[in-house]
């Protein structure tokens, strides 16, 4: 359900992921999906943010601790 992962590299040990480092725009993004990306605005903090099925869109910020 995550659409917009810029890329993932993986191997035994160790998942790297590189994500947006801006908002993403609510009004390009397609009902029941979410976007994880960095907030560069906001303190670097990892966020996901989803838009049900009736287009209702929530921000979450994800603890990284």
């Known amino acids: 359900l995550i659409s917009k992962l810029n890329t993932i590299t993986a191997d035994a040990s160790t998942v790297t992921m590189a994500f947006s480092s801006t908002a993403p725009s609510s009004s390009e993004q397609a009902n029941s999906t979410a976007i994880m990306y960095i907030d560069t605005a906001d303190a ?15 921000t979450y910020i994800l603890s990284t601790t």
């Open 44 to 58: 670097g903090k990892l966020k996901l943010q989803s838009k049900n099925s009736s287009g209702t869109v929530v």
